[in-house]
């Protein structure tokens, strides 16, 4: 992780924390808000290709709005050993730094100029970093890819 991130020129920091149940509760744990917990969302097309999705907390994907900037009409959420051999991640820990498999990354616009924190490849960490050097790093498509989740 750390040499993946050092080789694409992104200073992060990864930092343990105790076991959350859920994004919110993780967010308490990093005394942040739930917004400033970007979800890595490994998404696969009907080709047998991934893309991840950068979601921030308290938002979920829009399908029709994703689809339609993929240019695609069929998309959905792998099951979890499919994302696994997809990014050598788990579920709730998959991030596109030393993904496997360097996939197309799309950013919800709402992370542009936020310090965040993500998954950090293994259960009971969280990477932050600069939205924006993220996005730079792997030349993510920036665009309004969500919607507040139901709750």
Same mark, same amino acid.
């Given at each position: 992780?750390?040499? &993946?991130?050092? &080789?694409?020129?992104?200073? =992060?920091? =990864?930092?343990?924390?105790?076991?959350?149940?859920?994004? @919110?509760?993780?967010?308490?744990?990093?005394? =942040?808000?739930?917004?400033?917990?970007?979800? $890595?969302?490994?998404?696969?097309?009907?080709?047998?290709? @991934?893309? @991840?999705?950068?979601?921030?907390?308290? +938002?979920?994907?829009?399908?029709?709005?994703? +689809? &339609?900037?993929? *240019?695609?009409?069929?998309? +959905?959420?792998?099951?979890?050993?499919?994302?696994?051999?997809?990014?050598? /991640?788990?579920?709730? $820990?998959?991030?596109?730094? *030393?993904?496997? $498999?360097?996939?197309?990354? /799309?950013?919800?616009?709402?992370?542009? *100029?936020?310090?965040?924190?993500?998954?950090?490849?293994?259960?009971? @960490?969280?990477?932050?970093?600069?939205?924006?050097?993220?996005?730079?790093? /792997? *030349?993510? $498509?920036?665009?309004? =890819?969500?919607?507040?989740?139901?709750?």
């Amino acid at each position: 992780m750390r040499e &993946a991130a050092r &080789a694409r020129g992104l200073d =992060i920091e =990864i930092r343990e924390r105790p076991a959350a149940g859920s994004l @919110f509760e993780a967010a308490e744990l990093l005394s =942040i808000p739930a917004s400033g917990i970007v979800k $890595t969302l490994v998404v696969k097309r009907s080709d047998d290709t @991934f893309l @991840f999705a950068l979601v921030p907390g308290g +938002r979920s994907i829009s399908w029709p709005k994703l +689809r &339609a900037l993929v *240019g695609v009409n069929k998309l +959905r959420l792998p099951e979890p050993e499919l994302a696994l051999a997809a990014t050598g /991640y788990e579920r709730g $820990t998959i991030v596109p730094i *030393g993904s496997t $498999t360097d996939w197309p990354v /799309y950013a919800d616009e709402s992370i542009v *100029g936020q310090r965040i924190a993500m998954g950090a490849g293994t259960h009971g @960490f969280s990477l932050f970093v600069e939205a924006d050097d993220l996005i730079a790093a /792997y *030349g993510a $498509t920036v665009a309004d =890819i969500s919607v507040p989740e139901e709750r």
